[in-house]
C-alpha cells in the first residue's frame, strides 16, 4: 500500500514537474510559409472574409450568413481588423488568440505567419489542458494556411482562367492595320485575314501560327484593328502588309472558350493579373484565333489564345 503511494505521489510529482516546467507560461503556436501571390490577393483571399469560403477546408458544413465565423473540426475561428498585411484571430472558447502576418518578399512571392498565443494558467489541469489543445491547434494551422496556399496558387480560382508565364516564339510577324467607325465583327476580319495570308505565302513565306488579332477602340467613332500572322522568313512590306520582328521577351497567355464577351473578359483578368503582380506591358496584348472563325460560325465554340507582353 505504500509503495503504491509512493508511487502515485512520484507520478504526480513528475506530472506538476512536466507542467510548470515544460510547458511554458506562454503557448505559442507559428507556423510560416512562403507563398507565390501578391498583397492584393492575399488582403482579398486571406486578410478579409469575403474570399474565404473558397478555400476553407470544411467550407461545405460553414453557415454562409456569418461571414465572420469559420469552423474547422470542432473550433470556431473569428478573423477581423483586417488591415493591410494583417488580421486578428480569436478561437471562440478558447484561451487562444493569434494574428496572421503577411511580408513582402519580392513581386511574386509573399511569407505568411499564422501565430496564436495562450496564457498558461497556473491550475496544472487547465494548463495541461492548454497544452494539448495547442497540439491540435498546431495541426489545424498547417490544415488552414495550406489549403489556402493550394488554392490561391492556382490562377483559375482566383482569375477565372489559368493564367501561365512563357516566352514569344513567333518573332517574325506580317501585319496589317485598319480603321473602322464601328466596332469590327468577325465577318469584316476574317476576309482581312484570307487577303493577308495569301500575301504572305504569295511571296514566299510558310505560316508558322495561328492569325493573331487587336482590337483597340480610339476614341466612340473609332476602332483600331491589328492583324498579324507569324511567318518563317522576312518578305518584302508594301503599303498594306508589314514585316516586324517581336522582341522574345516574356509573356502571360491562356486559353478561352467562347465568342467575343468570353475574349474580353480574358483580356481584362489578364490586365487584373498584372496589375496585382506589378507588371508592365512593352506591347499590345492580342488574341490568337486557333478556331478557323470564318468557317465556324458559332462563336461558343471558338478557341482563343489571349497573349500579353511583360516584363
Not at 28 to 50: A, E, F, G, H, Q
Not at 55 to 83: C, Q, T
Not at 195 to 224: C, F, V
Amino acid at each position: 500500500m505504500k509503495k503504491l503511494a509512493l508511487f502515485t505521489s512520484l507520478v504526480l510529482i513528475l506530472f506538476l514537474l512536466f507542467i510548470y516546467f515544460i510547458i511554458p507560461s506562454r503557448i505559442t503556436i507559428s507556423r510560416v510559409i512562403p507563398v507565390k501571390s501578391t498583397d492584393v490577393v492575399i488582403y482579398d483571399y486571406l486578410l478579409t472574409n469575403k474570399n474565404r469560403l473558397k478555400w476553407w477546408p470544411e467550407h461545405e458544413n460553414i453557415n454562409k450568413r456569418d461571414s465572420s465565423l469559420f469552423i474547422y473540426h470542432s473550433n470556431k475561428y473569428i478573423f477581423k481588423n483586417a488591415g493591410f498585411n494583417s488580421a486578428e484571430v480569436t478561437i471562440l472558447d478558447s484561451d487562444f488568440k493569434g494574428i496572421i502576418t503577411s511580408k513582402f518578399i519580392d513581386k511574386k512571392n509573399i511569407q505568411l505567419v499564422f501565430e496564436l498565443y495562450s496564457h498558461s494558467s497556473l491550475e496544472p489541469t487547465q494548463r495541461f489542458k492548454n497544452y494539448l489543445e495547442a497540439n491540435i491547434l498546431k495541426k489545424e494551422v498547417n490544415s488552414i494556411l495550406n489549403s489556402f496556399v493550394t488554392f490561391i496558387q492556382e490562377s483559375k480560382n482566383v482569375y477565372g482562367f489559368e493564367i501561365k508565364r512563357g516566352t514569344v516564339k513567333d518573332t517574325i510577324l506580317i501585319t496589317s492595320t485598319y480603321s473602322f467607325n464601328h466596332y469590327p465583327a468577325q465577318t469584316e476580319i476574317s476576309p482581312l485575314i484570307k487577303q493577308l495570308k495569301t500575301y504572305a505565302e504569295s511571296k514566299g513565306a510558310r505560316l508558322t501560327n495561328y492569325p493573331m488579332l487587336n482590337i483597340t477602340k480610339i476614341d466612340k467613332t473609332q476602332y483600331i484593328s491589328t492583324i498579324a500572322i507569324p511567318i518563317d522568313s522576312f518578305i518584302p512590306s508594301d503599303s498594306t502588309y508589314k514585316v516586324n520582328r517581336m522582341v522574345p521577351g516574356n509573356i502571360l497567355f491562356t486559353e478561352v472558350k467562347g465568342g467575343r464577351a468570353n475574349i474580353n473578359h480574358a483580356f481584362e483578368q489578364l490586365k487584373k493579373y498584372m496589375i496585382d503582380f506589378k507588371l508592365i506591358s512593352p506591347a499590345m496584348p492580342f488574341e490568337s484565333m486557333i478556331t478557323n472563325r470564318s468557317q465556324i460560325s458559332d462563336s461558343s465554340q471558338w478557341i482563343t489564345k489571349i497573349y500579353y507582353p511583360i516584363f
